[in-house]
């Protein structure tokens, strides 16, 4: 990348997060410091091929840092997905004169950015945006501190009412593919039990569970359930089976879905989205791109977009024995 930077543009895409706004807010004020030309792409993909752009200043991103969503709004784009499509985006660009790009999204915000730059040479630079945390190279994407709180506080209240009438609870949690929300949330819940699509616990191991709990002295319980958990064919199949083998429970389910989503940014999001944005708009001005703004350590760094793709975020086993423990 040889062209000097005059003009970044920034958008969202996928499932909005916690924490996007005020990545955007950090993206548009490190240009204003810089000097460099700002422009907000609507609507993702789709925005970029309809050329759907907006001049962004410091005061237009004023008031956002706490606010849930994303400003920029964000959509599907099937059209983006051929190569007819990602050529009209191209011209696109060109034409608002936009040299490069900050991508906040996730998997496939990524996937769609590493195809665009491999048939383009366009710069771009990805900033980790969804509350599952399953981007690889990075300890925390944004949205997930948040995601995290906002369970853990309505799994409190569930709690309430499962202690007052001795019933047990199956909680929901987002998570199609990786058990990063439901391990953690059910930790810091306290519940008894978390299904996990790593871990397949079996519907008898389940139940076997959940009666050593209810020996030990336990009059109410908390299930945590990943959506991708593999134990029984959904939530509600779960709850009817332990309710026709254990009576003695009224068994309820909650479904959290995107309330998970929504919401206020925590502060650990809010700092986090600045100093993403910061570090994204310095690669580029820097001559850098294909990289994804990660952390670790406490460290902000970057991890190859080819490897954030197509890596595979673990999760940490230690979480799981942690639980097994505390559940007794």
């Keep these: 990348?040889?062209?000097?930077?005059?003009?970044?543009?920034?958008?969202?895409?996928?499932?909005?997060?916690?924490?996007?706004?005020?990545?955007?807010?950090?993206?548009?004020?490190?240009?204003?410091?810089?000097?460099?030309?700002?422009?907000?792409?609507?609507?993702?993909?789709?925005?970029?091929?309809?050329?759907?752009?907006?001049?962004?200043?410091?005061?237009?991103?004023?008031?956002?840092?706490?606010?849930?969503?994303?400003?920029?709004?964000?959509?599907?784009?099937?059209?983006?997905?051929?190569?007819?499509?990602?050529?009209?985006?191209?011209?696109?660009?060109?034409?608002?004169?936009?040299?490069?790009v900050v991508l906040i999204g996730g998997d496939g915000t990524f996937t769609g950015g590493m195809i665009f730059n491999n048939?383009?040479?366009?710069?771009?630079?990805?900033?980790?945006?969804?509350?599952?945390?399953?981007?690889?190279?990075?300890?925390?994407?944004?949205?997930?501190?948040?995601?995290?709180n906002t369970i853990v506080e309505a799994v409190d209240k569930i709690r309430d009412t499962a202690s007052s009438h001795n019933r047990l609870f199956f909680v929901e949690v987002m998570g199609r593919d990786a058990g990063f929300i439901a391990i953690n949330a059910g930790i810091g819940a306290g519940?008894?039990?978390?299904?996990?699509?790593?871990?397949?616990?079996?519907?008898?191991?389940?139940?076997?569970?959940?009666?050593?709990?209810k020996r030990s002295g336990k009059s109410s319980s908390i299930v945590i359930v990943a959506e991708g958990d593999r134990t029984g064919d959904n939530v509600f199949e779960l709850a009817h089976y332990v309710e026709d083998n254990m009576p003695e429970y009224e068994v309820r389910v909650s479904v959290l879905g995107h309330m998970q989503r929504g919401g206020a940014p925590s502060c650990f999001d809010r700092v986090l989205a600045s100093r993403m944005g910061l570090k994204a708009i310095e690669l580029l001005l820097d001559r850098k791109s294909n990289l994804m703004v990660n952390i670790n350590d406490n460290k902000i760094g970057t991890t190859d977009l080819e490897k954030a793709v197509k890596g595979h975020h673990k999760l940490n086993e230690e979480l799981i024995r942690v639980s097994n423990i505390m559940s007794i």
């Design 1 to 100: 990348m040889s062209k000097k930077i005059k003009k970044i543009g920034v958008m969202t895409s996928g499932g909005d997060s916690p924490g996007m706004n005020a990545a955007i807010r950090s993206v548009v004020r490190s240009c204003t410091h810089y000097r460099i030309d700002c422009i907000g792409i609507y609507r993702g993909y789709q925005g970029m091929i309809e050329g759907d752009f907006i001049e962004l200043d410091a005061r237009s991103v004023s008031s956002i840092i706490n606010k849930g969503g994303t400003i920029l709004k964000s959509a599907r784009s099937d059209e983006f997905r051929t190569k007819k499509g990602r050529k009209k985006a191209h011209e696109q660009l060109v034409k608002a004169e936009i040299d490069a």
């Design 191 to 213: 519940a008894e039990e978390i299904l996990i699509p790593e871990e397949n616990l079996g519907l008898e191991r389940l139940l076997e569970s959940l009666k050593r709990s």
């Design 119 to 148: 048939e383009f040479g366009y710069p771009l630079v990805g900033i980790p945006g969804t509350i599952d945390n399953d981007i690889y190279g990075t300890t925390f994407t944004l949205g997930y501190d948040t995601a995290l």
